[in-house]
C-alpha cells in the first residue's frame, strides 16, 4: 500500500514556474514507477510524465515537453514535478500517481488526492 500527498499548487502568472512535490509513505516507494496526471474542469484526465524505480528513465507527454522536469528522491520518498513556462491551459488539478512500468501511463494503482494549479493570463 502507497499512500500519495501532493502538495506545491498555487496561483501563478503565465511564464512563471512552480515546483509540485509528492510525498510517499510505505516502505516500498522505490519499487513504483512514479508518474504525474492533470485534470482540467470538464477535461478527462491527462497523463503529463513517468520516472522508473531509480530516477534514470523519464518520458513526458508532448504537452509538457521540455517544460516539465519529473524527479524522484527514494531516500525521501518524494517525486517533483518542476513546471516551468507554464501556460494558462495548465490550469488543472495535479495528481501524483505510483503504479507498475506498465501501468503508470493507463492505469495506476495509487492516486494522490490532488493539488490545484492556476496559471493566469
Known amino acids: 500500500q502507497v499512500q500519495l500527498v501532493e502538495s506545491g499548487g498555487g496561483l501563478v502568472q503565465a511564464g512563471g514556474s512552480l515546483r509540485l512535490s509528492c510525498a510517499a509513505s510505505g516502505r516500498t516507494f522505490s519499487r513504483y514507477y512514479m508518474g504525474w496526471f492533470r485534470q482540467a474542469p470538464g477535461k478527462e484526465r491527462e497523463f503529463l510524465a513517468h520516472?522508473?524505480?531509480?530516477?534514470?528513465?523519464?518520458y513526458y507527454a508532448d504537452s509538457v515537453k521540455g517544460r516539465f522536469t519529473i524527479s524522484r528522491d527514494n531516500a525521501k520518498n518524494t517525486v517533483d514535478l518542476q513546471m516551468n513556462s507554464l501556460k494558462p491551459e495548465d490550469t488543472a488539478v495535479y495528481y501524483c500517481?505510483?503504479?507498475?512500468?506498465?501501468?503508470?501511463?493507463?492505469?495506476?494503482?495509487?492516486w494522490g488526492q490532488g493539488t490545484q494549479v492556476t496559471v493566469s493570463s
Open positions: 500517481a505510483a503504479g507498475a512500468y506498465y501501468t503508470i501511463a493507463t492505469m495506476p494503482n495509487y
Open positions: 520516472i522508473n524505480w531509480n530516477g534514470d528513465s523519464t
